[in-house]
């Protein structure tokens, strides 16, 4: 029999039957989409972390207060404090192979223009941090270290804030005023558009001050949030890693037995933690995918069994005008293979929008990529052939006479 | 008297057949040594009472089931010796069964119906169509082709059984009881077209019945009692002459099916 008659018989017995062949379907369905939705979840996260990686740059080491072991944070009473301004420029002057080190302190604050406001994250920084985190000026100018000396008030703003700001003029952002926390800073210049972070996070929603200026004006701190070291080199990253642990050690007059006040981590592992996360995600709901496919599966052989006692008859006839036992294993085959084809496809137009309504929804960043397609079609065939097998084989033995006088 | 018949080898050759179903004391010997030739061109018909046995053995004459023991030649060909493919291959081109509950694919149309037996003998699409509607329209069914068995008399469908039984040019046209599901009209239209068949096609017909009106209408009547076959003998000496006499000549026919 050719393969246009064996699809047209085996869809005209499915369409017989359609509730029972939708219902049928079900789990395989379900699994494909989920082996969809798994994968560009997956390979949506993985992409947008080694974006954010190459954003950040891979030689940058970030250094924090407090001695933070693995996963949990402990911290002492006062070691949040433990990092100084001082500290920054010892690591740029002593810590040899190191491109740039810049303090960066943080906090939330309305800022205004005119009319405007928005609320909106404000970084206290040196000149070093656009070096250290790789982030050209667009427009105008960063501050100077001539500003930081002199606790100037001036502010760079992201890209975002000034679009929000000042949505008329584009040139107008350069030399106007804002007001944070009742402190009016004038605006020196307009930071490149970095874009989304990944992870739903917008980069350009910042506005980046001199590190003096946030500490005495805005924030009263006089330690460092954070201390980002860039490495000249990607292969300088773990001799500078450990420079910057002895020397910090001994500026903080730490003795043997002490721990450390801080932790330095390499942002590649950092990244990696979060990797090893979406990779967990990932692998549940490919799990989930698998059950699904096989409780999918069980469903097919059922019905397909139940398919071939009822059609016994109609098989002891086609037997006796001639059907080889290899043609009713095909065309039982075929239809298993159809229903679960059906499914699949079903399956995948039901992944891809789940997919897309993650990532509109949830701004998950999805990548539907046609490699996790053709696995859940593939795979939704396969569990036709394999679970269609033994109900067609059951067929295909029977004996034709006792087929034909079945009640 | 007999008639002439084509060629002297055997169509069917039967020796010693039997067939037992089960084993042991419950064993039931269907068949108990059944010896039969058939001519290419002979009109058989089967009487003998229910359970004698007739059934089982057109089921192997059919090449549908296999005898226990003994020898069965089918144009000279030892069919026991066939594997299973070979048997389907022999249902498929070399026998035509046609079963008193007609057996149609209850979903598909008469013309599919007809098509199904050259599906499996790989006849392409164009020549299935043409051979099939060909067929329907010597059955006198031809306006009815794409009706479903549903929507047919009993005598129709047998009709189209007949026609799907005819669809590879099988030779041999076995029927076991064809026409006891039907009233005597349509029971005489299935006769006349089998004596047309048999007559002007010149294919081998064997026929089952219970009804002695309906053996009347062949050339040779094989009688069946417990398993064994107790007479063989030409029409004219097996059905009485007043029962033959009910039996339209074949121009009267002709006549009521045109
Ligand atoms: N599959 C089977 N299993 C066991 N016994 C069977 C089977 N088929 C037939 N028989 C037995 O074999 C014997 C012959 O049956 P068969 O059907 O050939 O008779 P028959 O002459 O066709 O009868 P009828 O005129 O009623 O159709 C019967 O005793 C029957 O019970
Ligand atoms: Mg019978």
Redesign the interface.
Known sequence: ?SLA?LLRVAW?ALR?NATRSVLTMLGIIIGVGAVITSMAIGTGAQAAVLAQIESLGANLIVIVPGSITTGGVSLGSGTRTSLKLEDVTAIAREVPAVAGAAPYSQTNAQVVAGGANWYTSIGGTTPAWTTVRNWPVAEGRFFTEAEVRQSAKVAVLGSTVAQNLFPASESGAVGAMVIIKNVPFRVVGVLASKGQSGFGRDQDDVVVVPITTLQARLTGQTWVNSILVSAATPDAVPGVVDSTERLLRLRHHLTVRQPDDFSVRNIADVQQVRIATSQTQTLLLAGIAVVSLVVGGIGIMNIMLVSVTERT??IG???????????ILLQFLVEALTLASVGGLVGIAIGIATAQGASLVAHWPVIVSPLSVVLGFVSAALVGVVFGFYPARRAAAL???VA?RYE | MQRPVLGNEWLIDVRDLTKVYGDGPTAVHALRGVSLRVRAGEFVAIMGPSGSGKSTFM?VL?C??RPTSGSYRLAGEEVSRLS??QL??A???RIG?V?QSF?L?S?TTALENVE??M????VPREERLRRARALLDQMGLGERADHRPSELSGGQQQRVAIA?ALA?GAPLLMADEPTGNLDSTSSADILALFRWLNRERRITIVLVTHDVTIAAWSDRVVTFRDGLIIGDRPVEEAVPASVRAGVPSMAAARGVRA
């Open positions: 029999m008659v005209q017989r008859r109609e006839l086609r037997m006796a005008v001639g059907a080889r036992g290899r043609d004996d034709p006479i034909l | 089921h059919g549908l089931d299973p493919d389907a291959l249902r498929n081109t069964f079963f057996n694919l979903r199904l037996p599906l499996y003998a790989g799907r590879n």
